[in-house]
């Protein structure tokens, strides 16, 4: 038996692992039958049908020190998708780093707003040209990892959800940061929650993952932050046939405001406005 200098492993493992690190299904296949179907659901392991196709809708804002390494981490994830990136009148030089981006990648898309009108404004521009089977709201900066997106989308895979929340405050590792941004967030999950009677534990996150369905026939209005209440809103409002909301644990890596946060005092209340707008008016 010949080993190998790298890992004192017989030469013929060496190989296989290098054959597993190229196929991500062929290694889900081995991990199902080493470990099982239940410890495999666990910890995300489960097959995606081969047609499957992921739209990760990106809104991007004077973002070009962060969304290279973004649409990287993206293009990492082993799952069959199509990234579509849409600039809000960025004038830091990150639509030429889209534009650079689409001409390496053949599964990115770019679109060009002529100014900024705001993150709500470009989703639904996102959303009207995604064509695949699950949308995932993406932001473009690195407080969310998308390699937690398999986990995301097991239950609307395994048919139990239409729509996914991803909440920083269940269970996952977090980045410590503002508490007067925490007081705010459960401030407005627990009023968005009042009026939609769901039990959400984050209404604000970015990682929003649902069926194409659920925005095909949606008249999403907001234009800023408010597309986050107002989402949850329209959500929870389908009265014929419910769609079916799941939360996951995520984990999050908050930034700061030196390092580019931009969200503030004047969004949380801009939410908190929105929450009784769409839930009484519209
Ligand atoms: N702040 C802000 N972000 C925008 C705008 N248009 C698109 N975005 C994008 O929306 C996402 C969320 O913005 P961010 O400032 O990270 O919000 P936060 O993480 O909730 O504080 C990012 O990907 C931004 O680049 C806009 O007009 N203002
Ligand atoms: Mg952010």
Not at 257 to 266: D, P, R, S
Request: charged content about 25%.
């Amino acid at each position: 038996m010949t080993i190998s200098a790298e890992t004192s492993l017989p030469v013929e493992f060496d190989s296989l692992l290098d054959h597993l690190d190229e196929n991500p299904e062929d290694r889900a296949r081995l991990l199902r039958r080493m470990l099982g179907d239940g410890p495999c659901r666990q910890l995300g392991i489960y097959p995606l049908p081969e047609s499957f196709l992921l739209s990760v809708v990106i809104p991007v804002f004077n973002e070009r020190n962060w969304v290279g390494e973004l649409v990287r981490r993206v293009q990492a994830v082993p799952i069959r998708k199509e990234i579509i990136l849409i600039d809000d009148g960025s004038t830091d030089g990150t639509r030429d780093i889209l534009l650079a981006l689409r001409d390496v990648h053949e599964n990115v898309r770019v679109f060009l707003q002529p100014e900024n009108r705001g993150k709500g404004a470009v989703l639904r521009v996102g959303f009207q040209h995604a064509t695949g089977d699950v949308i995932v709201v993406q932001d473009a900066d690195l407080e969310y990892d998308p390699s937690e997106y398999a986990r995301m989308l097991q239950p609307i895979i395994e048919n139990r959800a239409d729509v996914v929340f991803g909440s920083r405050f269940i269970g996952e590792s977090h980045r410590v940061l503002y508490f007067w941004h925490s007081i705010a967030n459960r401030v407005l999950t627990t009023l968005s929650n009042m009026f939609t009677n769901l039990n959400l534990t984050d209404m604000e996150t970015c990682y929003k993952v649902f069926r194409r369905e659920v925005v095909q026939n949606m008249k999403l209005r907001s234009n800023r932050f408010g597309f986050e209440p107002e989402f949850t809103a329209k959500v929870a409002r389908r009265r014929a046939k419910p769609w079916r909301v799941y939360e996951m644990p995520i984990s999050y890596s908050g930034r700061t405001y030196e390092e580019g946060k931009k969200i503030g005092l004047k969004d949380a209340f801009s939410a908190l406005f929105c929450i009784f707008r769409y839930w009484l008016w519209d």
